[in-house]
């Protein structure tokens, strides 16, 4: 995996950075940007590698990218170089996401990349689903969700000690203190008030309901966009079995031309063992849509 290590400039003023790499022989296919997962950042992941390997020998570039929720708590710099902000997965907010992503796309632009498919690895997945709901960007032509995170399975699983911790973080949000850090079993990094509220209230990332079937997907019924799912059947947050859940997603996905789902049996949720397999999945599926 070799690339360019990059830097790009949100609309409010903050920097990113990733790892561009240009395809062996462009070919006018679209490019991938790889969006990671919560506490995760553009080079932890070991699919990386050979997926960048294999996608710029079939004419795809490859941006792995940084969000503002990178690692746990980062400091992100902003536009005065004296200056910076303190965000990661502990403060981040779940809307600001769409910045991100449009920081990005932007970049690629900017390389002749015009045409690009989203993949989002578990937290990733709702950025990128999200984004792509509430812009419809032009620009993204598939999206591809690698273990798709389901937010309800932390409040279902934590029952009556998540509602406590959520009573705590709107009090805290409405007395100005959001920035306030919650620690405890409950999850499994510090995250303040303000990201608690966004994830858990506001209700913006409850996207993948799989635990709730019968209530409205709304993210997912507005994606018009190819989309090809996987998930393992190891550590995998999901209330039904990986089976359900893709069957699920595809019976969710009604806008959408095609949604194609894949369980990788045995693969735990950071695919670690399953690299290549994770890479056949993924090219050959590009392969099948903008192979020509």
Known sequence: MRGEL??????DELQLQGLFCTPLDPSGKPAVLHVHGASSNFYRSQFL???ADELTA????????NTRGHDIINNVYSRDATASRKIGVAFE????????????LRLLEKRGHRRAVL?????GVLKVAFYQSETRDGRVDG????????QGFWLEA???EMERALSWAGEMVAQGQGQTLFTGPLIPYPMSAATINSLFISGKSDIFKFGRPDEPWEVIARLDVPILALVGTVAESTIPSPEQAMALLES????SARCDTVVLEGAPHNYRGYEAQVTEVIVSWLEEIFGS
């Open 6 to 11: 990059v830097r790009a400039w949100t609309e």
């Open 143 to 150: 999206l591809i969700f690698m273990s798709p995170a389901d």
């Open 49 to 51: 590698d050979p997926l």
């Open 119 to 123: 993949l989002g690895h578990s937290f």
């Open 93 to 104: 907010i779940f809307e600001d996401c769409v910045l991100d992503i449009d920081a990005w």
């Open 158 to 160: 934590m029952g009556a």
């Open 252 to 255: 969710k996905a009604t806008a």
């Open 58 to 65: 079939r004419g795809h570039a490859f941006l792995s990218a």
